[in-house]
């Protein structure tokens, strides 16, 4: 479960395994410094042969992710939001007669 009073969890991966986790602490709204930390520590990840997800990223930390253009470099998994980009919850119908489907 993830504390309310962080910006998700860092995720230590190699290949497809995990290999460590730890919560990103926040004090308030992320900022550039919090940008800078993450990004750093992807790039000393990279260099050691691994690669860090941000699991459960709060909103404000992914909206600035996506400003500071580091939307490729740092991967996150936004609190609420599935895995690439579904809403949870929500089922596609497929109408026979639909000329879309």
Known sequence: MVRRDTDGTVVLVRGDAEVASWPCAGRGRPDLST???????????????FSIVVRDASPALA??????????VLP?????????????????????GDPVA
């Open 63 to 72: 909206e600035l992710v996506e400003l500071s253009g580091l939307a490729g």
């Open 76 to 96: 996150l998994q936004v609190r609420g939001q599935a895995e690439l980009g579904e809403q949870v919850g929500v089922e596609e119908v497929v109408h026979p």
């Open 35 to 49: 940008i800078d930390a993450l990004a750093r520590l992807q790039l000393l990840a990279r260099r050691l042969g």
